[in-house]
């Protein structure tokens, strides 16, 4: 297919820039509240929020952003997508409005504190669920007259398999951001989760893989037809690749208390990029899957493109705010790097 | 009884966003006065105004972040319950929004995270400035979703193309005719609400013996704000209506329950209940050609009444007529706090005076009520019009099953009263805690906790674990 140069693709860029950020960046936050049930004492569960609290309104904001541009940029696709999936969206909003609050409340309570452990863990978990079950249903495609069936069509094994799939993937996430931040024992466990989940991941991805390859015609034809296969091998490559790796940084991390591995052969922040590059290649795999629709087999992003007067209006916004914004949310973390401290700092 | 979809998702609509306003309203004027303190503080050195901010702040974060949760529901609420709405104004209504994502809600979150966990890891100013900075995003923020909310009530600067708006003119999308009048009454509306959330406060404390330096210094300077913002917002509120008059006359019908196709010498209806079957009001309490006199500045001048338009483009006439009463009336019950408070400031009695502070500590939720009905006016008033005088807010619905909305609706309610309650429980808690003493923020000052101390403290581990030493800092 014509790849045209025009203002819808580079929307449909910019969307997946939007979407990508807020996977790597609110998948590590929601993580941390899936791997919360894991551990069990108050001290863990003080420093896990603490590491996340300064940012997680951010992170949030991209998916806001992701949501905007979608509107602003391809308002059919808006609509469809997401009165089409009005319980998982409902549902997935519910879960972050209850971990969201529970930043604020938790470090505030006494008697409630469990409470607040439980709506902080389970309503990560279910946003990162409803995350993966939509993202599985538009691999699937959905039938034309989706909306007025009362019926449950997102609701099917491979959607399900993809809900828990992104809630392992976020968990993975968030265990290489728990090397990357914190020290000790915490560190060390996260590290041997982070080597579990981490194949869980590897294995997920690769039955979706196949299990999009088989089910979808299509989808077969964009990976396997003409030359594809060869200007595509280097994704799976580069997965397994990044996942090698990452197995082993892990594995370092993980054994240095006891083997006395040498600090510089430790690597600490070198799993988080690694992870997000596993995640990127992944993303990547997607979009060669699926382009150019945005509700698949139904809606391309060019039919669902706004006026040219909307598109332009926007890029001023976009070329200006974009690069501010990185850079702003790039000296945030700063400010807040290197580990998470213990003691009660803030307001 | 048969479930109307289209009755339901309005519904929701109109919890969901009812919710959010609330604590957007709050925490609008609310990071205005931190920063107001903040800077107060670094200017005088007055520790005074660091209690100030320093108390707040705790305040401000749990209402900020009430409003963060509940405010990313509506952004995916035009889309799953209103569809066609968005495919049809997606092209007009989605820039605006996203500019506000890009100028204002990434503003707010990128330097928020440094406003209340930052105090020990950036200088004093810095501090103040991503304070400053969260301020301002809240209203470029309200600019924005004003903009698009004042060009659903008076839209121009379009055209439609194939049944979609297209924008012809983003000027005048923006800029439309209520839009400047729109932003000013809404954002005094939120510096007011965050004025007497304070005041009550402090009057509480003063009422209660409890901090009283404390309660002095916040109660004083509300009272200070109230008297310059509260006339001028009633000033800012007469054009306000004005312009409805001008724009939106059906809805201003419904506001002063004018029936007659045109009338005048219209009285000005202190109390009335409009009857919508029969086309009139009942037991009328009113001030003969005040209306006209406030209106068109002429006691004989001349209104447009309800029955100009056939039945079923009116608005529902009970509603928008009593939300706009109890607006006036809790706005000149503020104007009457802001007065008083004055004449015993002069008198000298303002803190010993507790029939005065007693009434002012029950006027927390006064602004939030106020802003409520206010927005009743103005959205009950734009009925049956989702985009004034061209989409009908029936047609635009999506074509969900209706259990599937009645679904979300309960679940909705069920987690907000919840969180409603845990919100007020919180507030009751940090305000019943008080301030922290103005020895220990003098104390935070300096060793261990000094701006800084973390980053340094940090960095020079950083060092230790340097890949040229050999031990690491575990």
């Not at chain 1, 993980?254 to 083997?259: D, E």
Request: aromatic fraction near 14%; include cysteine; charge should be neutral.
């Amino acid at each position: 297919m014509e790849l045209e140069l025009s203002l819808g693709l580079f929307y449909l860029l910019l969307l997946g820039f939007a979407i990508l950020m807020y996977v790597l960046l609110d998948g590590f936050d929601l993580g941390i509240g899936i791997l919360y049930p894991w551990f069990n004492t108050d001290a863990e569960h003080d420093h896990l929020m603490r590491s996340i609290a300064h940012v997680w309104d951010g992170n949030e904001t991209w998916l806001v952003f992701g949501g905007v541009i979608l509107f602003g940029a391809f308002p059919a696709a808006y609509a469809a997508i997401t009165s089409t999936f009005y319980l998982p969206i409902i549902l997935m909003l519910i879960g972050l409005i209850f971990r969201g609050v529970a930043f604020e409340y938790r470090f505030k309570s006494d008697t409630s504190k469990r409470y607040w452990n439980m709506a902080f863990a389970a309503g990560s978990s279910l946003a990162a669920f409803c995350q993966g079950l939509m993202l599985g249903t538009l691999v699937q495609g959905v039938p034309a007259d989706f909306i007025n069936q009362s019926s449950f069509n997102w609701l099917s094994p491979f959607s399900l398999f993809c809900g828990l799939a992104v809630m392992a993937g976020y968990a993975l996430l968030a265990c290489c951001y728990l090397v990357m931040k914190s020290r000790g024992e915490l560190q060390q466990k996260a590290a041997r989760y982070g080597q579990r989940l981490l194949l869980m991941v590897m294995l997920s991805m690769l039955l979706v893989s196949l299990w999009t390859v088989w089910i979808e015609p299509e989808i077969r034809a964009r990976w396997f037809g003409g030359w594809h296969a060869l200007w595509l091998i280097p994704l799976p490559l580069l997965s397994v690749l990044a996942a090698r790796l990452l197995f082993r940084d892990l594995g370092r991390v993980h054994r240095s208390l006891q083997a006395e591995t040498a600090v510089h052969e430790r690597h600490e922040e070198r799993p988080f990029w690694l992870a997000s590059g596993l995640f990127l290649l992944a993303f990547v795999g997607l979009l060669v899957s699926v382009f150019p629709y945005l509700l698949p087999r139904q809606l391309t992003y060019m039919q669902a493109a706004a006026p040219d007067s909307s598109l332009i209006f926007m890029l001023p916004g976009i070329f200006i705010f974009v690069p501010l914004i990185c850079a702003y949310t790039l000296w945030g973390y700063k400010i807040f790097a290197g580990k998470v401290e213990d003691y009660q700092e803030g307001y | 009884m048969e479930l109307d979809v289209s009755i339901l998702s309005r519904i929701q609509f109109a919890f969901t966003v009812s919710f959010h306003i609330i604590f957007p309203s709050i925490t609008i004027g609310l990071a205005t006065l931190i920063a107001i303190w903040e800077g107060l503080w670094l200017k005088t050195g007055n520790p005074q105004y660091l209690q100030l901010a320093k108390f707040w702040i705790k305040p401000f974060a749990i209402t900020f972040g009430m409003g963060v949760v509940s405010g990313i529901v509506l952004s995916y609420e035009f889309g799953t319950n209103f569809s066609k709405f968005s495919e049809i104004a997606g092209a007009v209504l989605g820039p605006l929004m996203a500019y506000e994502v890009l100028t204002a809600f990434f503003l707010e979150a990128g330097f928020l995270g440094v406003m209340l966990f930052g105090w020990q890891r950036v200088s004093a100013k810095m501090h103040f400035f991503a304070t400053v900075t969260v301020a301002v995003g809240t209203w470029i923020s309200a600019f924005w979703i004003i903009a698009a909310n004042s060009w659903m009530q008076t839209p121009q600067g379009h055209q439609i193309v194939d049944g979609k708006f297209e924008v012809v003119s983003w000027f005048d999308v923006i800029f439309n005719p209520s839009m400047p009048y729109r932003f000013t009454h809404m954002l005094l509306a939120a510096f007011i609400t965050a004025t007497f959330v304070v005041m009550a406060t402090h009057a509480w404390y003063l009422r209660k013996g409890q901090h009283q330096e404390f309660g002095r210094k916040g109660l004083s300077m509300m009272l200070w704000f109230a008297l310059v913002l509260t006339p001028l917002q009633a000033w800012v509120g007469d054009l306000h209506g004005l312009n409805v008059k001008e724009h939106q006359p059906v809805k201003l019908a419904a506001m002063e329950g004018i029936w007659a196709e045109k009338e005048s010498n219209v009285p000005l209806l202190l109390f009335a209940v409009p009857d919508m079957k029969a086309e009139g009001n009942h037991y009328e309490v009113a001030i003969p050609g005040l209306a006209s006199l406030i209106l068109t500045h002429d006691w004989q001048g001349e209104l447009q009444g309800l029955k100009s338009v056939p039945p079923e483009d009116r608005p529902h006439v009970p509603m928008v007529f009593f939300s706009f009463r109890i607006m006036v009336g809790i706005g000149v019950l503020m104007i009457g706090v802001a007065l008083i408070g004055a004449y015993l400031r002069w008198r000298g009695t303002l803190y010993q005076s507790h029939w005065f502070l007693l009434p002012v500590s029950f006027m927390a939720p006064t602004g939030v009520i106020a802003v409520l009905a206010g927005w009743y006016v103005v959205e009950i008033g734009r009925q049956p019009w989702i985009i004034y005088g061209l989409v009908r807010t029936s047609e635009i619905v999506s074509p969900l099953p209706a259990e599937r909305v009645l679904f979300s609706l309960t679940l909705f309610v069920l987690t907000y009263s919840l969180l409603f309650g845990v919100y007020l429980y919180f507030m009751r808690k940090l305000i019943k805690k008080g301030p922290a003493p103005i020895e220990q923020l003098e104390q935070q000052r300096i060793g261990v906790k000094a701006s800084g101390y973390a980053l340094s403290f940090t960095k020079a581990l950083a060092t230790d674990t340097d890949p040229s030493s050999t031990k690491g800092a575990n």
